[in-house]
């Protein structure tokens, strides 16, 4: 540039002492008239000591006309203009795109500063603001498909911190695109093309990308592999954070996650390159990986062993995994490691036969599955045929003369519970194909959505013929009307829970119902509400969003996936708990299989519906009282 400056100011001296040529406008003429020109800005600016008529050549009196061409930044910054015509920029402007030229970029040339100005647009500290002006401002960038995040990402960066820090080493956004020669990831001879990164970030980085050349990973690269990593796989492109910093992709917790297993866990790249998979999981399930996940500092990670610029192949004399170099590798942190401790597998998941320690954790990790399986499993058998004998004698010998359920309710409840367990099964096996529950109904997903919809249609059914039911028979709106909420209720449960915490020795009177078969019920009926109303929204959804917007499908999957939840503990830890496991029934409540239950459990857990029972002759008093005295009805 500074070439190009001497030779223009040798070619306006020769110019000035030709003799047919007439005498130039001075700058004083000129600026008589275009006074939106500022003379102290001028006479600062990087061209004050310039004429006009150096850029304005065609201007040779004044005043003048035709209106004088716009002066070319090629005339004497041709190699820079030259290469901005090659770069993204100049052709986005080919095509009427919003894109910078010389001045947006540099400022106006009547008060264009040096870069080393503070106050220059192009100084270290202030050239993110700049490209910011653009690449900042989302409706400028959305219809490149770049977006305005890069900017955000670079001011909160370790480079981005430091230029705002003061320094004048950090890297800007010019020492990785170029200034002028801009150019796309995708073209081979762009500095961030994936190939040439490592050259880019080795302008300031040359210790590390030295190292990176000679590695597993940069001979690949070399050779033309692009799938191998780079500097921006590992670190990052523009938000690049300090190593110790918690949220960088190369911090002690993050390396092995989520930066090493993007390529040792992917399937894609561990079968195209014959290498062993799952690394990074088979870490993490070690105990480095574990005291990892556990948020120490100070164990190993991927890098600890491997390396971080220089990875080398295991079979490389200079590897740090290299046999003859690991007992000084397990060394640094393990002072006095033998050669036997070094021989240790970190990765536990081997193929069979690679090495002792796998050979005998994969004998001794199923010896101990089956023996679980037949050990446990034959306890669970004893113990199932212990309590079913135990509920069996129960219902056999225990007198039980008080109908809790007739056999049209008994119908309506088995076939609930059927219909809730199957949409429970279904459900999260839909949800979590790879889990448990979906291995048995094998790998179909369309069975078990099939499956699931019959079911959930058995329940709808058998919700509607519960509401048939309450409204055309006697029985049924007995029944509603029990069940239905009253002030009382609400002194029961403060009774109630007095008495639980031992804090009264009275117990509520309850009536056909208390407050627990009371919201429970109620929880039922606006469950299944919601579960239905939900559902069909998500297996109607075309249907649904012809008169709703979409979110609202996705919302509806939402509430029907914790409502399932909600329903499903409910069901284990309430329900159950009533059923099977209240001292007071166990080892089970037969009401729900033959409708009856005894006198004495009556007149103790609903004292006052068997009170009412017994006063109407419909049944007898109980032959044992409870001794624990009651509250006021």
Request: aromatic share 8%; hydrophobic share 40%; with cysteine.
């Amino acid at each position: 540039m500074r070439a190009a400056l001497i030779s223009s100011l040798l070619v306006a001296g020769l110019l000035a002492l030709s003799p047919s040529r007439a005498a130039a406008p001075t700058n004083e003429e000129c600026l008589s008239c275009h006074d939106n020109v500022e003379p102290k800005a001028w006479a600062g600016s990087v061209h004050g000591s310039f004429s006009c008529t150096d850029c304005h050549a065609d201007v040779t009196a004044v005043p003048h006309d035709p209106t004088p061409a716009k002066p070319e930044c090629g005339t004497c910054h041709s190699d820079a203009v030259d290469a901005w015509k090659r770069s993204i920029h100049a052709r986005g402007l080919a095509r009427s795109e919003k894109a910078p030229q010389c001045a947006d970029c540099h400022g106006g040339p009547h008060a264009m500063l040096p870069a080393s100005n503070p106050a220059s647009p192009l100084q270290r500290g202030r050239i993110a603001d700049t490209c910011g002006r653009c690449h900042g401002v989302k409706f400028v960038m959305e219809p490149s498909g770049i977006g305005d995040r890069p900017v955000f990402s670079y001011r909160e960066s370790v480079h981005g911190k430091a230029v705002a820090a003061g320094s004048q080493k950090a890297a800007v956004c010019t020492d990785c695109h170029h200034a002028h020669d801009v150019l796309t990831q995708l073209e081979t001879d762009s500095s961030i093309f994936k190939a040439n990164t490592p050259k880019t970030c080795g302008k300031c980085h040359t210790e590390e990308e030295k190292q990176y050349a000679a590695s597993v990973h940069g001979v690949a690269v070399a050779r033309g592999q692009l799938a191998a990593p780079v500097c921006t796989d590992c670190h990052g492109i523009h938000g690049i954070k300090a190593r110790i910093d918690p949220n960088s992709t190369v911090s002690a917790q993050n390396v092995a996650r989520f930066t090493c297993a993007q390529c040792h866990d992917s399937l894609r790249l561990t079968r195209e390159f014959d290498l062993a998979g799952r690394r990074s999981e088979t870490f993490l399930d070690s105990y480095h990986g574990l005291a990892g996940k556990l948020g120490s500092k100070g164990v190993a990670n991927c890098a600890s062993c491997h390396g971080v610029h220089n990875i080398l192949p295991s079979s490389d004399p200079r590897s740090m995994v290299n046999k003859a170099n690991l007992k000084g590798t397990c060394g640094k942190c393990h002072p006095g490691a033998s050669e036997n401790f070094a021989k240790g597998a970190v990765h536990l998941a081997e193929p069979m036969g690679a090495d002792m320690a796998t050979v005998g954790t994969w004998w001794v990790k199923w010896v101990y599955i089956w023996m679980i399986v037949a050990v446990i499993g034959g306890m669970l058998l004893h113990n199932l045929l212990a309590w079913r004998r135990a509920a069996l004698h129960v219902r056999k010998h225990q007198s039980r003369p008080v109908v809790r359920m007739t056999p049209n309710q008994r119908l309506q409840h088995a076939t609930l519970v059927i219909s809730f367990l199957v949409l429970v099964w279904t459900g999260f096996a839909l949800k979590f194909p790879d889990g448990w529950l979906a291995l048995t109904l094998g790998g179909s997903e369309q069975v078990r959505r099939l499956t699931h919809r019959v079911a959930a249609l058995v329940m709808v059914a058998a919700s509607l013929y519960h509401v048939i039911y309450a409204a055309a028979t006697r029985e049924g709106r007995r029944l509603v009307l029990d069940f239905l909420p009253t002030l009382q209720d609400v002194r029961d449960v403060m009774t109630n829970l007095k008495y639980l915490a031992g804090l009264s020795d009275q117990r509520p009177r309850f009536g056909r119902f208390g407050y627990p078969e009371k919201a429970e019920y109620l929880a039922l009926a606006w469950g299944t509400v919601v579960m239905a109303v939900t559902g069909f929204m998500a297996w109607f959804s075309v249907a649904t969003t012809s008169f709703l917007p979409r979110w609202a499908v996705d919302v509806a999957i939402t509430i029907h996936y914790y409502e399932a939840i909600l329903a499903s503990l409910a069901i284990l830890v309430w329900h159950l708990y009533f059923v099977i496991f209240d001292p007071e029934v166990y080892p089970m409540n037969w009401a729900w299989f033959d409708g009856r239950v005894s006198g004495d459990w009556y007149a103790h857990e609903h004292p006052g519906h068997h009170a009412e029972l017994v006063a109407t002759g419909q049944l007898r008093p109980a032959a044992s009282a409870k001794p624990e005295p009651v509250g006021k009805a």
